[in-house]
């Protein structure tokens, strides 16, 4: 029933689509509200810069079972211009489009787990995971 | 695209989001304010989020704009209905909301309003 799913984030209405659906597996596996709330918000961050930043890619949604609680995997990937520096670009505050540069920083403080891997020409893979309490 | 409706009660401006807003249809209702604003010499503007499940950066800067914008425009907003989960993961995302003026609720609201009211030339 809850397989991993894959959904592409090419347009605004795709942003909607992928927090709606992280919405509902969030609640799903029951994470608190608040939770749901941090890692629906890390989804729209992440999603939206896979479509301004690169424009366009997709999200990896999977439901973890682990040992003692079950938890939620998203993968957002896209082979746009990749990120030069790392460390700047998870520094709160930094952005090189105009934003408040809260996106992948913030994302990282609302989750558990958070791995990013990019270099210049090779496109960014975001893994964020959040565990049910 | 999604159009907000925009209701007028007096001399206020009224907003209440009901449903899951992308980002082009964030920048239209931003837009479509400042015109109503400006149309209507409304002094007071209250943006509902009571049903907003979450307020990430792009739906928070458009708070903030909307607020420094109708500032200029000689009226004042709030935002009001904030859920908790909201304000707990806005704080952590790093969004303080610095100049956006908030109310529990829209009774709280339109009474931080009561000294705009009527005013209006
Ligand atoms: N998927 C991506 N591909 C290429 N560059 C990216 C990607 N995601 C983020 N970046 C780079 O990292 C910077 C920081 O991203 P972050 O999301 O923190 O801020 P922002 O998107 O610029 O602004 P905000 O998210 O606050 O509106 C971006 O400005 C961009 O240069
Ligand atoms: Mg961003």
């Known amino acids: 029933m809850n397989g991993p799913t894959e959904m592409p984030i090419a347009t605004n209405g795709d942003v909607v689509l992928v927090r709606q659906k992280v919405r509902g597996l969030a609640a799903e596996i029951g994470l608190s509200l608040v939770d749901q709330t941090k890692i629906v918000t890390a989804a729209s961050e992440l999603a939206r810069n896979a479509l301004v930043h690169a424009g366009g890619g997709r999200v990896h949604i999977e439901v973890l079972h682990g040992a003692r609680r079950p938890g939620l995997r998203l993968v957002f990937s896209d082979e746009g211009p990749g990120i030069p520096d790392l460390e700047q670009a ?29 270099a210049p020409g090779e496109g960014t893979r975001v893994t964020v995971t959040k565990w049910a309490r | 695209m999604e159009r907000v409706p925009i209701l007028k009660l007096g001399d206020i401006l009224i907003v209440s989001i009901q449903i899951d807003l992308d980002d082009q249809s964030v920048l239209a209702l931003q837009e479509d304010l400042a015109d109503r604003v400006v149309s209507s010499g409304a002094r007071g503007v209250i943006i509902d989020i009571t049903a907003v499940e979450i307020v990430d950066s792009f739906i928070g800067r458009m708070l903030s704009t909307i607020a420094a914008m109708t500032r200029m425009l000689d009226a004042e907003t709030v935002v009001v209905g904030m859920r908790p989960a909201v304000a707990i993961t806005l704080v952590e995302l790093g969004l303080s909301l610095g100049g956006v003026r908030t109310a529990l609720n829209l009774e709280k609201g339109v009474a931080a309003l009561e000294h705009v009211r009527g005013t209006a030339g």
């Open chain 1, 90 to 118: 998870l520094t709160e505050g930094w952005s090189t489009g105009g934003g408040l540069g809260l996106g992948l920083s913030g994302s990282r403080r609302l989750v558990d787990e958070f791995d990013l891997v990019s």
